[in-house]
């Protein structure tokens, strides 16, 4: 068969008429749907969905009905012109008009004659189109074949992007977080097998597959979204696995590109995704008791972390919970009616809520930038300085000290990589005896300086300040510094900090004040941490794990350590607003250990996303928060936070605990020495 005959081929030509049909019969079943929805307005959206679903098959089902009949019937498509349209034309046009005196009225006939002449030009325009379609068909599927193609490739490229987020760099979410997520898949009667994990390249929680659905969470909705609302979440996903909606999504996919030329296929495909997605919220909030002022925040909390990563897929071939319209989505979580509660203090609550859910909106929606997606949250303009005590990094594995160069040189990177003016605080018997510098361990303290970053000092050991004599412990600091000196000498820098060994300040306020008018005499200042926490802990069971090449018990400390340094970024931002009524600049300390290298990403990107800009100590410090007085001493050492609630006399906030499987490796090891 050669070129002339497929284009002049019936199948062209009947394809050409069904394209041509589709136009009038998919636009009069998208009118016939937005009727409906009208009079279905107060119905549920599952109802509302499945009409709009009968809607979207119908406008599948009328040109493939087109179609398969113009096949049969060849001969009529052939003849088109003459055996429908044709001979009327014909014989209007040889129709010989009466002699004028044979009317019986002269107006009648002239009445008659204009009509025979309209229908005449009616006919004969219907019969020329019938005539050149032929010749137009091949161009119009050409045209058709050629769009399918394109919107062909654009679905293919989705599904491949899907298998990327599949399969690259997901890991397993804590053992806390599988045993909560299987029971809550049997609270939703999920008869399928799903698996969850934990993406960093994702920026929203979805669905991918339907044989073997997994849902894909990623890093920053765990760290900045609270455990209740994240679970409001994963709710709606498993819903629309149970729903099997993301077959339906596929198949919605198909049919966009069959009909990519009508906008009314578009409409309808849109209306079903809308009308699915608060289907989903209804089954969230009918379930889950008492979760709908939940489940509204977390979609808010959810669309501002969308805006900030401003994700765009190449096809919608997944379901996510920030779909849809979100301002209606939310208006109809709130606004349902509550019968557990009176329906005067049920509509104040929901108007409460919804006004202050509005105004979160509101302010996600007009600024690029944004605010955390915390509701706590107040300011973008916040401030946060890191120390790192000790430098080096402590050797905890088998290739000592050459593992702590690697980390040392990879939290370089990535403090670099964040624009971080992160100052370290050497201690000095890792990389001397007191006389000469440790090559390997002066070397990484260079590398630091080399990368810009600052230098500080603790003691030459690390001592605990209230167990140690007076003249000792200055002994100590004074040799530290001697080190230390030697190494700054060489590029000519200066010393200006010193941290205190376990935050611990000493017996007595004479102790304390003596020791820091001795600081200041060689040109030292003390740090005050308000940002105290447990990381050392999560990096020694990390560090444990890794000498045991135990990749799960990393990956599970890692999300543990994430979730963990989220709560105390709340424990802490609560102690500056109760004890400032503001947001003071920060002041951190941590470790510089391979779990923060290894996590450093989701850390500081979790930092960022709350407000935070990175500086240096010397602009933390001059808050003038840090003049505030204080007077504990003892045994403990303690944030600062925490020492200004004690002056004030007010009790202290619960501190984030540390979770149980970190404790038990800690204790666990321990008890082996």
Known sequence: MNWNEILNSPVIENLGW???????????????????????????????????????????????????????????VNQFGKDFIGEGAESSAQKSYPPENL?????????????EIILSSVGNFQSTFAQNFSALAPFLVGFWIFGMLIFAFRFAGGVWQLRIYKTRETFALSADWQVRFKDLCERLNVKQTVEILQSKIVETPMVIGWLKPVILVPTSVILQINPRELETILAHELIHIRRCDYLINLAQGFIEILFFYHPCVWWISGEIRRERECACDDAVTEILEDSRFVYANALTNLEELRLRAKTNTTTPLFTAANGGNLMNRIQRIIGQKNTETSGANSLWTAGLAFLLISALLLTVFS??????????????????AIGFVSIPPLDRTKNAPKDADATARLLIEKLKSHKIPAIGFVQGSMISDGEKLYPVRANIVRLWRDAGLEIGIGNFKHVWFYHTPYEDFVAGVEKNEAVVKKILAEKNLPLGYFSYPFLNTGKSAEERNRFEIWLQSRGLSPVKYTIDNQEWMYSYAYDMARNDNDINTMSEIRA??????RKMFDHYEAYSQETFGRDIAQTMVLTPSRLITDSADELFGMI?????????MDEALADEAYQTPENFFGKAGISWFERWTMMQGRKLRDEPSVSKNVQKIWEETRTKK
């Open 560 to 565: 543990e350590f994430l979730n963990y340094m």
């Open 367 to 384: 600024s690029n930038s944004g605010v955390n997606v915390n509701a706590q949250i107040k300011t973008k303009n916040r401030k946060l």
């Open 608 to 616: 960022k996303t709350r407000g935070y800009k990175f500086v240096s």
């Open 18 to 76: 069904t394209l041509l049909h589709s136009v009038w019969q998919i636009a009069f079943v998208a009118f016939f749907l937005f009727i409906g929805l009208k009079i279905l307005a107060k119905a549920s959206a599952n109802t509302r969905c499945l009409v709009s679903l009968f809607a979207l098959v119908l406008s599948l089902g009328l040109p493939i009905s087109t179609f398969v009949w113009l096949s049969q019937n060849s001969s009529v």
């Open 103 to 115: 009317s019986p009225v002269k107006n009648s006939t002239n009445t008659n004659t204009a009509n």
